[in-house]
């Protein structure tokens, strides 16, 4: 009954891991883009106030550029949480509750014939 018991223990550990990594990001996230996107568009701003003639297709290139880091980092962070969460669908969740009591009773069966 220990064993189970604390093979329950690592897995839950293992999971509330997971999810502090993904607060981390999260939290990193959040900074750092916010961070790029203010001195991106004050960037931005100082250049075309400074700058009496400034190609428009520059400043759209700019803009795409400073807004692509957030964009595609989300993207990441997004499956970073799909993947934290694992968010269960009724068939797949069945499934993988027979698979794991067919395993559990090979290994009984081996255990106690063997």
């Avoid at 009954?1 to 990001?25: D, P, S, T, W």
């Avoid at 701003?45 to 400034?54: A, D, R």
Wanted: aromatic share 12%; no cysteine; net charge positive.
């Amino acid at each position: 009954m220990e064993e189970i018991n604390l093979a329950a223990y690592k897995k839950a550990r293992k999971r509330v891991k997971k999810i502090k990594g993904f607060y981390r990001h999260l939290t990193i996230y959040l900074i750092a883009n916010a961070i790029i996107v203010i001195e991106g568009f004050w960037g931005i701003s100082v250049l075309e106030l400074s700058s009496g003639e400034i190609d428009p297709q520059l400043i759209e290139w700019l803009f795409l550029n400073v807004l692509s880091v957030p964009i595609l980092w989300g993207i990441g962070l997004l499956l970073h949480g799909l993947s934290v969460f694992r968010p269960k669908i009724g068939i797949i969740k069945d499934w993988e509750e027979k698979q794991l009591q067919k395993f559990l009773e090979e290994e009984y069966k081996k255990e106690n014939f063997i």
